[in-house]
């Protein structure tokens, strides 16, 4: 269990976050995350609810990802009944920033005058969101200051817009100040995610959260994202599971989250039948997604996840000499009797079958994700190119012949021609809306504990 190395530690002390800052998410809610391409594109949301799926697996919730690339607060206003409040939230998650704020100008001559005005244009177009999340009924909102631009990596033939990070600071000072007023929660990315990037740059000056173009976080920054914000839900310290059991008398000391019983014990071991309320949480190794370099469970390198949030914890006391730990009949490994005594975390041992059950469920989730963003890419076709046209929910000859008529001047509507010519066809989308409630449903089916015999046998 002694996992943390002394980078490890230091790292630590730049990502504290405070008590709780957010209500946990509830059975029956809707929580709806808001954003721009950091949301849309990204992966936190749908950790997040991979830790639901697996740590709360009879919650009956929903995580539905609102983001829409190149967002502004401006953008954001403009779809709020469209795309945001027609999802019937209970719980709603709203960050902007990056775009507010503006990019090349900083490296220009008048930098100082255009960031005052980018921030003021920014708090202008909340204040107007503002009022509309205040006539809202019944839904708990919660602010999130969001993941910082990377001005200190050297990254070669990107030059940091200087002075840009600054400006995004005030905004998520605002958005905080705007909780505090209204009641309403607030998480912070921005400054835990600036400390971890600048302490990993210490001895990389090349490192960044980002995927090299500063802005968007690579999978492992999402990572932490999702981690800042169950840490912000008071989430730490909940185990998957902790056992104790004394060998020399067969008993149960302890069973947190979990029921242990037929404990048998022979001369060569003792063996257990262990039946968990939650599943570890799987972290995938590879990178997915749209740019990204590295994967999920490179997080672990930054943040004190498995240390916190994923401890499925054996501690066997009365062992002398080199035991093997078997699940189902599965050979975990080997271990002295006084690492047993100290404790293992079952949730590092990727090849028990809780682990592989709990890996069904996270590729399930990957695949619904998979959709939501060919859904999220429809919908910047829809608020991106199509509204400020006057085609808004046209879906007809007429919306294609205009991304046709203007996908040389804008890429973007061309490289997602073929998805909104797809998705405009109301069968089309219907049924891959039915491909994720199906993806979700398998999801808790598949997602609730069974009962594993364990075994410590003599080496």
């Not at 989250?257 to 949480?281: H, W």
């Not at 939501?372 to 007809?396: C, H, I, T, V």
């Amino acid at each position: 269990m002694k996992r943390l190395t002394l980078f490890l530690i230091s790292l630590v002390s730049c990502v504290a976050v405070s008590a709780q800052t957010a209500v946990q998410f509830k059975d029956g809610d809707r929580a709806v995350f808001v954003g721009n391409s950091i949301t849309d594109g990204g992966h936190y949301h749908s950790y997040i609810w991979l830790y639901y799926m697996t740590r709360f697996p009879y919650m009956d919730l929903n995580v539905s990802n609102a983001g829409i690339g190149g967002n502004t607060a401006a953008d954001i206003y403009e779809r709020l009944d469209g795309d945001v409040f027609s999802r019937k939230p209970t719980y709603l998650t709203l960050t902007f920033g990056m775009n507010d704020t503006g990019y090349f100008e900083y490296n220009q001559e008048g930098a100082d005058k255009f960031g005052e005005k980018k921030y003021k244009e920014c708090i202008a177009n909340f204040d107007k969101i503002e009022k509309r999340l205040l006539a809202l009924d019944g839904v708990h909102i919660v602010m999130i200051g969001g993941s910082p631009y990377d001005e200190t990596a050297k990254i070669r033939d990107n030059v940091p817009f200087k002075g840009k990070n600054a400006v995004m600071d005030r905004v998520v000072a605002y958005q905080k100040a705007a909780a505090g007023r209204n009641g309403w929660d607030f998480v912070d990315f921005s400054k835990p995610m600036l400390e971890i990037g600048q302490k990993l740059q210490e001895s990389d000056s090349t490192f960044s959260l980002s995927m090299g173009d500063r802005i968007h976080p690579d999978n492992d920054g999402h990572m932490v994202m999702a981690y800042l914000f169950l840490k912000a839900q008071g989430l730490a310290g909940k185990k998957v599971a902790d056992i104790e059991l004394d060998a020399m008398t067969a008993s149960v000391v302890k069973s947190e989250n979990c029921a242990i019983s037929d404990v048998q014990k022979d001369r060569k071991g003792i063996s257990f039948d262990y039946l968990a309320e939650s599943l570890p949480y799987p972290l995938d190794t590879v990178a997915r997604g749209f740019g990204s370099h590295r994967a999920q469970a490179g997080a672990l390198k930054m943040v004190p996840f498995m240390e916190e949030m994923n401890q499925e914890v054996l501690k066997v006391t009365g062992l002398e000499g080199d035991y093997s730990l078997y699940i189902d009949g599965q050979l975990m490994g080997t271990w002295s009797g006084d690492e047993f005594a100290e404790g293992l975390n079952m949730a590092e041992m990727t090849w028990a079958p809780q682990y592989q059950q709990a890996l069904q469920v996270m590729y399930l989730n990957e695949w619904r994700w998979e959709i939501e963003r060919n859904f999220r890419d429809f919908a910047w076709m829809q608020y991106g190119f199509m509204k400020p046209k006057g085609l808004l929910d046209a879906n007809d000859r007429k919306a294609v012949e205009a991304i046709d008529k203007y996908k040389t001047q804008d890429i973007w509507a061309g490289i997602h021609r073929d998805t909104y010519a797809k998705l405009m066809l109301k069968d089309v989308r219907e049924t891959r809306l039915q491909e994720m409630d199906m993806l979700t449903d398998r999801i808790y089916q598949i997602n609730k504990p069974v009962t594993h015999r364990i075994s410590i046998r003599k080496k």
